[in-house]
């Protein structure tokens, strides 16, 4: 069924997107954002982009859609499940185990597996990965939040958004990295020479690392690396770009 809002803004100075997030909790951020380009929030009647500026007094009215059936189905994959609640799901997931449907890999995924052991999450506001805020890379283990409903989802969000949440990684590295702690810092984007895949670039977005030496072993080191960014394969390119 069909869900309308309508607030008046008591506050000058913030986004859109942002606005509609803090005051429809059953909205994400980036479902809201997906709404406001599909014309279905406005502001006085108008529609806007979701980086628009609001003003004291402004109208916003928003329309939500019947939820679409969830394209995801199901999948009977084991999970290694660490914790649950009436809101949070955290599982182990596995290397190898890609985190939702994509190109080059529509379904065996931990969305799949998830829908399978929770059938409600496909109610949830983001249809295409629902119940994800944050990310971990298709070949790395390790720990995966995961919303159960839409406040979880949108609290969870903001809480990755803001950097509250601390992400740490244990990883092997070949060779012996000096010095024993340090902050790498440098541009991600595209690979020009190769599109598919990522590298530091000049005109790339900031990214920031940062890591430890734990022990050497042999000829490799073992390191703890937390990122202060969220770029695709991040401790990876930049390991690589020192060397």
């Known amino acids: 069924m069909e869900k309308v809002y309508s607030f008046i803004v008591d506050k000058a100075g913030v986004r859109l997107d942002k606005y509609v997030g803090e005051k429809c909790s059953e909205l994400s951020r980036t479902h809201a954002q997906k709404l406001i380009a599909d014309g279905h929030i406005t502001v006085n009647d108008r529609v806007v982009k979701a980086s628009f500026k609001l003003n004291t007094g402004d109208r916003v009215d928003i329309i939500i859609p019947p939820t679409a059936p969830s394209p995801l189905a199901p999948e009977a994959i084991p999970l290694n499940i660490i914790y649950e609640d009436d809101d949070l799901l955290i599982v182990d997931k596995p290397a190898g185990l890609a985190i939702h449907p994509a190109p080059g890999h529509p379904s065996h ?3 799949n597996a998830i829908l399978s052991h929770l059938p409600s999450l496909a109610e949830i506001s983001d249809s295409e990965r629902p119940g994800i805020v944050h990310r971990l890379d298709k070949d790395a283990s390790g720990v995966m939040l995961v919303a159960k409903n839409n406040a979880a ?3 969870l969000i903001n809480q990755f958004e803001a950097r509250s949440v601390v992400k740490a990684y244990v990883v092997l590295v070949k060779g012996h990295l000096t010095p024993e702690d340090g902050i790498i810092e440098a541009p991600i984007g595209r690979d020009p020479r190769n599109r598919k895949r990522m590298a530091v670039v000049t005109k790339g977005r900031e ?8 022990k050497y072993i042999g000829d490799y080191t073992l390191l703890e690396v937390r990122t202060e960014t969220g770029r695709t394969h991040q401790i990876r390119v930049h390991l690589k770009a020192i060397g």
């Open 109 to 111: 995924t931990l969305v």
């Open 153 to 155: 989802q949108l609290n």
């Open 207 to 214: 990214a920031r690392t940062r890591y430890h030496v734990v």
